[in-house]
């Protein structure tokens, strides 16, 4: 069965670092793009970034330079080292596995499976 289970999440002053991690499992990580994705209160889900199979990166504007996204596929896991953060980057953070490649990587459509989700908190 496949799961995505996130952590790393928590309260950090702004301009401090956390690092997310997403753990795969009931599937081989190596074949498929992972995205990030976030959702602050009374906001829709947005995408944060994606790495494909073959290791290519993709990033929202609001996090280019600040937000770096990698996987180690012998450990079935993705990562988020988000650096300068920013009380705007308050948000729970999901991590979700992309099946569809019609759009675009922060289409939320094309994802079927997802974590829980972590809580990220910036503020002082």
């Known amino acids: 069965q496949v799961h995505l289970v996130e952590s790393g999440g928590g309260l950090v002053q702004p301009g401090g670092s956390l690092r997310l991690s997403c753990a795969a499992s009931g599937f081989t990580l190596d074949y498929y793009d992972i995205g990030w994705f976030r959702q602050a209160p009374g906001k829709e889900r947005e995408g944060v970034s994606c790495?494909?199979?073959?290791?290519?990166?993709y990033e929202s504007d609001s996090v280019k330079g600040r937000f770096t996204i990698s996987r180690d596929n012998a450990k079935n896991t993705v990562y988020l080292q988000m650096n300068s953060l920013k009380p705007e980057d308050t948000a729970v953070y999901y991590c979700a596995r992309r099946i569809l490649f019609g759009s675009s990587w922060y289409a939320l459509l094309e994802y079927d499976y997802w974590g829980q989700g972590t809580q990220v908190t910036v503020s002082s």
């Open positions: 790495i494909s199979s073959d290791g290519s990166r």
